[in-house]
């Protein structure tokens, strides 16, 4: 048997926690949480079970941020609950704070009774006219990079896995779900208890409590929303049954029973977030035509890449992420063609272009080093686009059967373990390279992994549409063509996105106007096509766009369609005029996440 536990291969240290697994690793963790809407805090208890592997050690430290313990308590020999003296360290800025649990006696389960702070950098709470319902409350989690220890003490790095049990206790009209075995059928009782009986890393940890409703899509799928959601959200995501059909076929079973999907609130920083058994996603992916479910089809692929097969530290995200990206577009390319696989690439590479331009050479790069830095740092277009363009070219050099025969025996290979670079290199060498000589080097693949930008050989796709699109672009920029003769009517959503992003930043107001006259674009309900064309009109300072861009902005939390425009407007003295009024109304409706990006962007000096 060639498996190698990956625990003992990777010496690697996490500089994003101050766990120290080699010494001790939580293997399971067991909640008892109540919920106060009033306070805005979960308070109760988190049971470890512990399994020591350092004879000589005699501390569990613990990654905590913003959490108030109690008291904590050891099991002794004889299962008695006695009590165990801890220290809390001062926190630093990017870790939180070292919470250190003396253990002379190696006691094989600890309980921590403990409370969150109210602005706890992983929850966010909604007041009931920041949901759709404007009747109840609503609070969620984002656990991904490191906020977990922000409501729960844990060990917070990706390197160490444990399985979970929880009690949840809310408000008797709201239901809890979490990423663990959810019950469509529970009675609304105010006590919620959830099994998650695979081992996860700690960013993969989720809860949210709010007045939610559950609609069936497929056998073993069901869509839950705020009751106003529930129905639109289930029809936009009815084919998640052959999304996972198709990636079985690929990459073997789908190993975590149930694939449902949450969908909260426009307030979510991100488009989804991949909580295992129940992704949590933007309702700004609900176009109304599939537009835009290939998000449902990554957050579905990282069931595989990133779930099963996890970084073991942040600065090896990519194997999430790019390994996600590159699923999702096989997913995408079965189930709605490869046409529309094709589009989608081609749009993330044209962007990954464009930030290359004026990126430094360290932030290019798929490895970077992440020390002294923001775990959320290493989240940026470069694992998920320059990772995918990575794995794309392996399929086309070694081409896709040997490559599909590898990624699949890569996720069974590494199932449940959470890895670094250099392990999947090695397995990438063994594996694809010296079985089929002279078609890659190892320069080659080191090339991608170290060096920055992106290699020449990168394969990119042929779209026509795009081809023909870009004479009818460069016509209408030079003023050969008129907006109307474009005939975009029957765009599809890649093709405006594509359109968009590959205009200059500045059109004249009559372009504007009749771009706008045309096509409606203003106001559009596709959140993707009305960033772009926000974006555009703060570049051409086409004002007429501007109350529906504020609505926009006011309406979505979601980062990568609300920061850009921030980012936009700071560049003249009015435009971030502008930006601060919003911000200021905007800014209750943010998760902390998005906050602070928006309030990173606002202090950047004006230019003009
Ligand atoms: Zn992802």
Known sequence: MHYVHAEAMSTETDPHSYAQPDKVRVTALDLDLSVSFEKHVLSGSATLALDWRDKAAHELVLDTNDLKIAKIEAADKSGKWVEAKFKLDAPDALRGAALHVALPEQSTKVRIAYSTSSDAAGLQWLDPEQTAGKKHPFVYSQSESIAGRSWIPLQDTPAVRFSYSARIHTPKELRAVMSADNDAGHALDGDFRFVMPQKIPSYLLALAIGDIAVKTTGPRSAVYAEPETVAAAAQEFEDVEKMIQTTEKLYGPYRWQRYDILV???????????????????????????????????????????????????????????????????????????????????????????????????????????????????????????????????????????????????????????????????????????????????????????????????????????????????????????????????????????????????????????????????????????????????????????????????RIGRRILVVPLFEALTKTPAGKAFAEKVYADARPGYHPMTRAAVEKALKAPAKN
Not at 323 to 336: L, P, S
Not at 471 to 486: C, D, N, T, Y
Not at 532 to 553: K, N, V
């Open 264 to 554: 909260l609130p426009p307030s979510f920083p991100f488009g989804g977030m991949e909580n295992p058994r129940l992704t949590f996603a933007t309702p700004t992916i609900i176009a109304g035509d599939k537009s835009l479910v290939s998000v449902i089809a990554h957050e579905l692929a990282h069931s595989w890449s990133g779930n099963l097969v996890t970084n073991a530290a942040w600065r090896h995200v990519w194997l999430n992420e790019g390994f996600t990206t590159y699923v999702q577009g096989r997913i995408v390319e079965a189930v709605y063609g490869k046409q529309q696989a094709d589009e989608e690439f081609l749009v993330a590479a044209n962007a990954l272009r464009k930030a290359f331009a004026d990126a430094p050479a360290g932030e290019q790069v798929l490895v970077p080093d992440l020390t002294g830095k923001d775990a959320d740092d290493s989240l940026s277009d470069v694992p998920y686009t320059k990772g995918s363009w990575f794995l794309q070219t392996l399929e086309h050099k070694f081409g896709r059967d040997a490559f599909d025969k590898f990624l699949r025996s890569y996720f069974d290979h590494f199932a449940f373990q959470s890895i670094t670079t250099d392990q999947f290199v090695d397995y990438l060498k063994t594996n694809l390279l010296d079985r089929h000589p002279g078609k890659m080097s190892m320069s080659e693949v080191e090339a991608w992994l170290h060096q920055p930008g992106v290699p020449a050989d990168g394969p990119l796709p042929n779209s026509a549409r795009f081809t023909a699109q870009n004479i009818q672009r460069s016509e209408f920029v030079a003023g050969k063509r008129s907006a109307r003769e474009l005939n975009a009517k029957a765009w599809s959503t890649q093709e405006w996105q594509y359109f968009l992003d590959q205009l200059p930043p500045k059109l004249s107001g009559e372009q504007m106007t009749t771009l706008d006259a045309a096509y409606h674009l203003t106001g559009t309900r596709n959140a993707e096509i009305a960033f772009r064309w926000y974006r555009l009109a703060i570049g051409s300072d086409y004002q007429t766009a501007f109350p529906a861009m504020r609505e926009h902005m006011l």
